[in-house]
C-alpha cells in the first residue's frame, strides 16, 4: 500500500514534519550523522518551495545522558541545508506558538525535544495520541503534516501516530527512500545463507525480532549487549552492569526468557562471542577468551579478535548479510575491532548487505570504508529490522490509510 508523498502536496503551506534527528551524544555534544544529510533533502525541499517549515524530533530517552535539548541539532541541520534553522525551546507552549506565527515562507524553525513532554510518551494508540493536548493545540497551527521519520516509525508516540488522525498526511523523501529499500528486503528471497549481525545497546528492540526472523536467517553472529546476554544465559560471568553501567540488568530482567528460550529451541543459529575485550589498567586494550571470564567485575567493550575470526567465514560464506547494531564501543579505536571487522568482511564480498543504525552506519567513513560497498546503508536500525518480519510499523500505516 502506498502513502502520499510531498509531490501531493500544495506548495506554500504550514508544514509540520517530524524528522528523526537522534545522534550519539559525547561528552554533551551532539555529534553529526547521516540522519541530518538525509533529512535535509526533505527540509530543503519544502523551504524551497516556500513552505513555513516546523520540525519536530526528539533526542535520547528520559533519564540518559543523551537526552538533551535540540538547540545543537539545529546548527548541524543548518549546516547540512546551508540555510538558517531557528530553534525555540519549547514544543506547543506561547513561545512555540510565537515562533511559528512568526516564520516568513521559506523559513524553518526547529521545536524542542519531542520527549522532554509527558504526553509524547508512553507508546498508546492512535486514537489516544491524537487527543493530547500536545497534538490537538499544536495542529491548529497547521496545514499537513509530514512524517520523514522512518526509523522512528516503530514507535507509537504522539508526534509519530496522534498528527496523522488530525491533519492532511504525506511521507517525506526519507520516509518513501527507506520505506522502499527495507519493505523490498522483507520479500526478497535468496537461495544461500543469510546471515544477521547483532549488536548495538537497544538489545530488547532485536531479541524479539531474533525470534520472529529464525526462519529467514540462517545464523545470528551476535555481539554489544545482545551479546553480552546470551553469554550471560549460557552461563558466562558476563552481561552486567557494573561500575554504574546501565545497559545489561533491566534488559536482561525483560528478555531474559525469551533468551533462554532462543538458546534452547533455536541455539543452531546462534554464534556468540569466544573472546571479549576490555580496557586494562594501562586504558590499553586486553582481550580475555570468555571461558576464562570467572568474576562479573569487569565492562567489556567489544568482541576479540578471535571472534572476528570466527565471524567472518560465516560472512564470506553467506549470500546476504544484514546489520543491525555495532559489536562494541567502535567511536573508541580501542574497541572499533569486532564492528570495522565485520564491516570489512562484508566489502569484502559481493554479497546482498544492509547497515542499519543511526549510531552503526557512522563506523563506515569513521574506519575509511565507502557506503558504496554495502548494498543499503539505512539511517533505521529497530525500525528496519522490524520490518524485515514482515510485520508494519504503526506510523507509516497511518500514513498508508491518510
Ligand atoms: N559492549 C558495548 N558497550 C558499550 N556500548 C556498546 C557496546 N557494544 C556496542 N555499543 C554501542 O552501541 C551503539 C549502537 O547501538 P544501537 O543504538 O543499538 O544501534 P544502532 O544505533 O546501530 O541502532 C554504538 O554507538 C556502540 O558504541
Ligand atoms: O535511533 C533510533 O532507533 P535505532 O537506534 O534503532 O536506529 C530511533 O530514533 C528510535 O529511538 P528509540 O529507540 O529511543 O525509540
Known amino acids: 500500500m502506498t502513502f502520499k508523498t510531498l509531490d501531493d502536496l500544495d506548495a506554500g503551506q504550514r508544514v509540520l514534519v517530524r524528522l528523526d534527528l537522534n545522534s550519539p551524544v559525547e ?3 551532539v555529534q553529526d550523522n547521516r540522519r541530518f544529510d538525509r533529512h535535509a533533502t526533505t527540509v530543503q525541499e519544502l523551504a524551497d518551495r516556500g513552505d513555513r ?3 519536530m524530533a526528539h533526542q535520547g530517552r528520559p533519564g540518559g545522558d543523551d537526552f538533551v535539548s535540540l538547540e545543537q541539532h539545529a546548527d548541524i541541520l543548518a549546516g547540512h541545508i546551508g540555510m538558517d534553522v531557528k530553534f525555540v525551546a519549547d514544543t506547543y507552549g506561547d513561545e512555540a506558538i510565537e515562533a511559528i506565527r512568526g516564520l516568513e515562507a521559506g523559513e524553518v524553525l526547529l521545536l524542542e525535544n519531542t520527549r522532554m ?4 510518551l508512553p507508546e498508546e494508540d492512535p486514537e489516544v495520541k491524537a487527543e493530547t493536548e500536545f497534538v490537538q493545540t ?3 497551527e497547521f496545514d499537513a503534516y509530514v512524517n520523514d521519520a522512518y526509523s522512528a516509525a516503530h514507535r507509537k508516540h504522539a508526534s509519530l501516530v496522534g498528527f496523522p488522525l488530525v491533519l492532511p498526511s504525506y511521507a517525506g523523501r526519507v520516509m518513501e527512500s527507506e520505506y522502499e529499500a527495507n519493505s523490498s528486503i522483507a520479500t526478497q528471497e535468496f537461495e544461500g545463507d543469510v546471515t544477521m549481525v547483532v549488536g548495538g545497546t537497544k538489545a530488547t528492540d532485536v531479541i524479539g525480532v531474533m525470534n520472529a526472523l529464525d526462519e529467514k536467517v540462517d545464523q545470528f553472529l551476535l555481539g554489544g549487549i545482545a551479546g553480552e546476554l546470551f553469554l550471560r544465559a549460557a552461563g558466562h560471568e558476563v552481561g552486567y552492569d557494573v561500575g554504574g553501567m546501565d545497559l545489561f540488568d533491566d534488559q536482561w530482567e525483560a528478555n531474559e526468557d525469551l533468551i533462554r528460550s532462543i538458546l ?3 541455539g543452531d543459529q546462534i554464534v ?5 575485550a576490555y580496557e586494562d589498567d ?4 586486553a582481550e580475555v577468551p570468555v571461558a576464562n571470564i570467572t568474576e562479573k567485575d569487569t565492562g567489556y567493550l567489544d568482541v576479540g579478535s578471535d571472534t572476528v575470526a570466527t565471524y567472518t567465514p560465516y560472512i564470506h560464506d553467506s549470500e546476504a548479510v544484514f546489520v543491525k547494531g555495532a559489536l562494541g564501543l567502535f567511536e573508541d579505536e580501542r574497541f572499533a575491532v569486532g564492528t570495522v571487522g565485520v564491516l570489512e568482511a562484508i566489502a569484502e564480498t559481493d554479497c546482498f548487505s544492509v547497515v542499519g543504525g543511526g549510531d552503526t552506519s557512522r563506523a563506515i567513513e569513521m574506519y575509511g570504508m565507502s557506503e558504496d560497498d554495502f548494498s543499503h546503508v539505512s539511517i533505521a536500525g529497530g525500525a528496519y529490522i522490524r520490518a524485515m518480519t514482515g510485520e508494519s510499523l504503526p506510523a507509516v500505516e497511518l500514513l498508508q490509510s491518510n
Not at 594501562?282 to 586494550?285: A, I, P, S, V
Open 138 to 140: 499544536l495542529s491548529q
Open 272 to 276: 556468540l562471542a569466544t573472546d571479549l
Open 264 to 266: 534452547d529451541e533455536k
Open 117 to 120: 513532554l509527558d504526553e509524547e
Open 27 to 29: 561528552d554533551g555534544e
Open 53 to 55: 517549515v516546523v520540525l
Open 282 to 285: 594501562n586504558d590499553e586494550r
